[in-house]
Nanobody
Framework: QVQVVESGGGLVQVGGSLRLSCAAS????????MGWFRQAPGKEREFVAR????????DYADSVKGRVTISRDNAKNTVYLQINKAKPEDTAVYYC??????????????WGPGTQVIVSS
């Protein structure tokens, strides 16, 4: 079964840092670009970042550019999202998914459980 499990979320103060992890299984991880998305209460799910199969190309939403870094370890079938200088608007449930680099659309309609990030002040 294709599966992703997000972890690493929690409570962080404004200006703090957090690293999220997404462990994938059930498919050839290294053959797929991966992305992070987030959804705040009452809002639509939005794109955060994506990374190509080998990690050579990355793309970020303007709202997080300069504060967030996406990376991957294909040997561990894991993609990461490093959040620095956290802002209250980063508060959301974060999800990962395989993506198409050409248009940014997700490759699977099945989402993992997500991991909650709360930025407090």
């Amino acid at each position: 079964q294709v599966q992703v499990v997000e972890s690493g979320g929690g409570l962080v103060q404004v200006g703090g840092s957090l690293r999220l992890s997404c462990a994938a299984s059930g498919f050839t991880f290294s053959s797929h670009a991966m992305g992070w998305f987030r959804q705040a209460p009452g809002k639509e799910r939005e794109f955060v970042a994506r990374i190509s199969r080998s990690g050579g190309t990355t793309d970020y939403a303007d709202s997080v550019k300069g504060r967030v870094t996406i990376s991957r370890d294909n040997a561990k079938n894991t993609v990461y999202l490093q959040i620095n200088k956290a802002k209250p608007e980063d508060t959301a449930v974060y999800y990962c998914n395989a993506v198409y680099m050409s248009n940014g659309m997700v490759a699977s309609l099945n989402w993992g459980p997500g991991t909650q990030v709360i930025v407090s002040s």
